[in-house]
């Protein structure tokens, strides 16, 4: 495949994806493609990438902005862009006792198309300059500062001491991006700004790829924190634009990173605590899980609020139904109601006689014991009435409205997970009637293969992680919810057994739902994917899970060298935590690589390897 092929084919690429291509029109650029020089900085919210050609004095070169959102990894669609390029005091062709030189300025109102800004502008001496870059959108800024060389008249492609610009877009950063973290939930960061001295305006950017197996060269690239309200310049002492040069790295366009699903991430330096895979189910807790039986043979009806339902929520206490008992032998309805009037006749004469040997009483006419005798006899006739009127009331609705039987209540409070029975079945008794859960406490049920246990120290929590949530701690596919004593989970049980079928150890861990984004969608008898803590932990390097690659059985990452450059790393990888892999190697503190879409820029790199190497935009 030669170099013709892989720009047909860079393109395709570009037009299946829905992109256009930023040189596929008409430009000015006046370099050959081999001389154009990059640049690429970060803020805390903006990626810039720059394209330009060796500046020279006198001479109008245009310069290509490409601006990329951090958050989501998409072109910034509006904005307006200014570029001021300043002499540095001392330069060439600078008089110092003339004061501050004067700045040239240039600006665009808003991209030529979404994240692709143009904007030219002239030097009008040599020497070394400060290019100063800002966006703005309202309130929200962003700036950049570089230092570039602008070469005499005659000299192009050369720096202002003579040495030629290679063509490379890696780029060799002054700046070191540090993110330590004193665990996996807190973490500081700390930044270490190197200078840049001229004379490294005198070294081709290949040098840094020469030596970047050697990892001594500083990380690609350097961060800037820039927020709405801030306009912070991203260095006190602004890197060079580097120009490119022939190395093993793989261009992936911007245009095909905004139409991808791609994003990158800083190497950082954290917590990671050991883990081993297990199959988890979520369940009720022991007290929030209840079966509700029928006590009696009997017929069931709804209660006045209707018949339950799953998913219906219900209050401990709450009547669910009744039980209305089939009537045996000779009873009927009639024979109840007669019963009742006998009842209610014999309390009648029976609150008579005490009250007639009450009086008697009184007079010493009677001895005690007649009276006791008679509060006894009346006494049994009320309890003789109410029994009546129960067993009526069994099968008929009470003058208050209630409905007929035995009242079937809910135990706790919580949700009907399931109803065993329809109204009006008649059921046996110790029949199970309703399945009730409460989801205030759920429970962790993690099952670990038998051959992992020797690796648990102590189970100090687990995370598990349920596909299809996006919260806080959303990413890799899925919701992350980790339990530990430090978000309210505790450890219930670490078997003692290995289950003879499964060979597995259950280790259970109880948790509030509550107390995470989106636990009020966690189900009881849901299946997920979790891992058991063993206990183990490493302060180390670390890398998204989604920026590891298996090429041929040895894991590869891809850093970020440039704005459309990235270079494959081989890693040897340690813990993993939830959606990060510590690495031993391969990479340095601050330096970023692909988390989303490494697979694609892995395509890219066995097409330019087919294609012969070819680097850079067509110009």
Sequence with gaps: MNDSLWHRLQHWLIEALGG?????????????????????????????????????AGESAELLIFLTRLSDFSPLHRGRVTASLTPELGSEGHDSARGQPAAIAAEVAEPSRPGVYRLRLTPDRAGHHQLALSWADGETTARFALKVSVAQPGTRGMHADGHTHAPDHDQRAEHEHAHEHADADAHAHAHADADADDDEHDHE???????????????????DHAGDSHQQWDHDHPAPAQPAAAGASV???????????????????????????????????????????????????????????????????????????????????????????????ALDLARQERERL?????????????????????????????????????????????????????????????????PGAFVEEGARLFHLVSPERLWLDARVAEADIGRIQTPVGAWFRVRGLHGAEAAGGGQVF???????????????MVDPESRTVPVVLEFAPSAYD????????????????????SHTLVVPAGALVNDAGADVVYVQVGGDRFERRLVHTGLRDRDLVGVHDGVRLGERVVSRGAYLVHLAAGAEADAGQHHGHDH
Excluded: C
């Design 482 to 496: 980790v339990l530990t004593p430090a978000t309210g989970a505790r450890l219930v049980t670490y078997g003692a």
């Design 251 to 345: 261009q992936l366009t911007k245009e095909q990173q905004w139409l991808s699903d791609f994003a990158t991430a800083a190497v950082e330096r954290r917590l990671l605590r050991g883990s081993v895979p297990a199959t988890g189910v979520l369940r009720a807790s022991a007290d929030g899980d209840a079966h509700v039986t029928a006590p009696i043979d009997a017929h069931l009806r709804p209660a006045a609020g209707g018949f339950p339902y799953t998913g219906m929520q219900v209050a401990a206490g709450q009547t669910l139904a009744y039980l209305v008992p089939r009537l045996s032998g000779e009873a009927d309805v009639a024979g109840l109601e007669l019963a009742v009037t006998r009842a209610e006749t």
């Design 20 to 56: 256009e291509h930023p040189h596929a029109d008409d430009h000015d650029h006046d370099a050959d493609p081999e001389e154009i020089l990059t640049a690429t900085r970060w803020t805390q919210d903006v990626e810039l990438f720059l394209e330009h050609p060796p500046l020279v």
């Design 518 to 537: 989106n636990g009020e969608r966690l189900r009881v008898g849901q299946s997920v994917g979790a891992r058991v803590y063993t206990g183990e932990a």
């Design 205 to 223: 950017a290949g040098d840094a790829r020469d030596h970047g197996h050697d990892h001594d060269s500083a990380p690609a690239g350097a961060h």
């Design 358 to 422: 009450d009086a008697l009483w009184e007079d010493r006419s009677i001895p005690f014991r007649e009276v006791l005798q008679a509060r006894g006899d009346e006494d049994v006739a009320a309890a003789e009435l109410s029994a009546a009127r129960r067993r009526l009331a069994q099968i008929q609705r009470t003058e208050e409205g209630e409905g007929a039987g035995v009242p079937v209540r809910a135990p706790i409070g919580g949700v009907v997970a399931r109803v065993e029975v329809a």
